[in-house]
């Protein structure tokens, strides 16, 4: 408001040639302003438009960067798939095949060209394992390493390890993946195992048989080696029997005669040194017989005069003892010697035995 009445002021001031000439200038600066203004307006347009170029620019980058990755993403699951160890197929809904990677070619013979469209169901063997695995499948909404058989190309059936999940897609069932394994060198290992385990289990049947052959002839030839050991310690003791038998009835009497037959005293002695020295040798055989059977000194003399062909009476007067224990001591001695009742002559086998009772010297010949 001011500067239009210094503006107003002003020009009352000036001629209608300057206020004229101050207009032209004044347009002339206003088309220089407008100008300006459409130069602006221009560059704001120009601006804005590059704007919305770099924003699509942008995009089509983040587009590009996008399909770049889904690209990777493809190629790398496209190489997993078709360098997989396991055969690997992809099915729709309906079972029919979508994907069919290099490994399923090689195991069951089929390209994919030749399955695919075709349903998945065609290559199972057996038809009710296959219910047995879609019923379990439905239920769970997975099977895993679910073994059943599947018939090649070619006609073999193979054994397969077969696990299968459901694709989906916002919930609903698009298809589903499956991951099958050749179980045929497992199985051959198996079989081989198996075989392995029934040949080991034959060898130990047949080694614990010669075992129990080799402990049955080992105990036969114990049971003989037993018997010789027997026979050994019954010849042992027949003939230190017949030792102390012959030195006591065939050496003794014969030293004894000798002794008497006139010697002289320097002779005398020799008998007897070889008498002393003989006794020396056969008393402990002579101990022995004596402890064999378990006597009693009691039941020794009374040995000794059994051999001697004492009746009970006379011994029982000899030894100051009554007839009844005499005649315990007899049979206590059949008993001890096995004679029980034996039609045996107590006299004869105790001669065979060559007893002696334990008062009389090992060398004191028999009456």
């Known amino acids: 408001m001011t500067e239009s009445r210094s503006l107003e002021a002003e020009c009352r001031d000036l001629s209608r040639e300057e206020i004229l000439d101050k207009l032209r200038r004044a347009r002339s600066e206003n088309w220089e302003l407008e100008e300006k203004l459409r130069e602006y307006r221009r560059a704001v347009k120009a601006n804005s438009e590059l704007k ?3 924003e699509v620019t942008q995009d089509l980058f983040e587009l590009k960067k996008a399909q770049e990755a889904l690209k990777k993403e493809r190629d790398y699951f496209k190489n997993v798939l078709d360098n997989s160890a396991d055969a690997i197929g992809i099915v729709d809904h309906k079972g029919r095949f979508i994907r069919w990677n290099t490994r399923a070619e090689e195991l069951f013979g089929y390209s994919f060209q030749e399955l695919k469209g075709k349903s998945a169901f065609e290559l199972y063997a057996d038809r009710d394992k296959l ?5 379990e499948l439905r239920a769970n909404g997975y099977v895993r390493d679910y073994e059943i058989e599947i018939r090649r190309k070619d006609g073999r059936i193979l054994p397969f390890g077969m696990s299968i999940s459901f694709l989906r897609d916002n919930g609903a069932k698009i298809g589903s993946v499956c991951v ?7 199985k051959q290992v198996q079989e081989e195992l198996r075989r392995t385990n029934e040949r080991l289990e034959q060898l130990v049947q047949e080694r614990t048989a010669e075992l129990t052959r080799a402990n049955k002839k080992l105990e036969e030839t114990n049971t003989a080696l037993n018997v010789l050991l027997e026979k050994k310690d019954e010849n042992k003791r027949i003939s230190e029997e017949n030792m102390v038998f012959n030195a006591k009835q065939m050496v003794a009497p014969f030293l004894e005669k000798l ?9 005398k002695v020799y008998i007897d040194i070889v ?24 039941e020794l003399q009374l040995v000794d005069l059994i051999k001697q062909g ?6 029982a007067q000899l030894l100051g003892l009554s ?5 315990t001591h007899r049979h206590n001695i059949r008993k001890k010697l096995g004679l029980l009742n034996k039609t045996v002559n107590l006299q004869a086998y105790l001669s065979s035995l060559d007893s002696s009772s334990a008062t009389d010297s090992p ?3 028999a009456s």
Request: aromatic share 4%; proline share 5%.
């Open 259 to 267: 002794r008497e037959s006139g010697l002289d005293e320097s002779q």
């Open 275 to 298: 008498r002393s020295n003989l006794e020396e040798i056969i008393t402990p055989l002579f101990k022995d017989l004596s402890q064999r059977h378990g006597f009693t000194p009691t």
């Open 131 to 135: 219910r047995d695995m879609l019923r």
């Open 323 to 327: 007839k009844r224990t005499i005649d």
């Open 180 to 186: 099958a394994r050749d179980l045929s060198q497992i």
């Open 363 to 365: 060398l004191e010949p």
């Open 52 to 54: 919305t170029l770099m």
């Open 310 to 315: 004492k009746e009970t009476k006379e011994i």
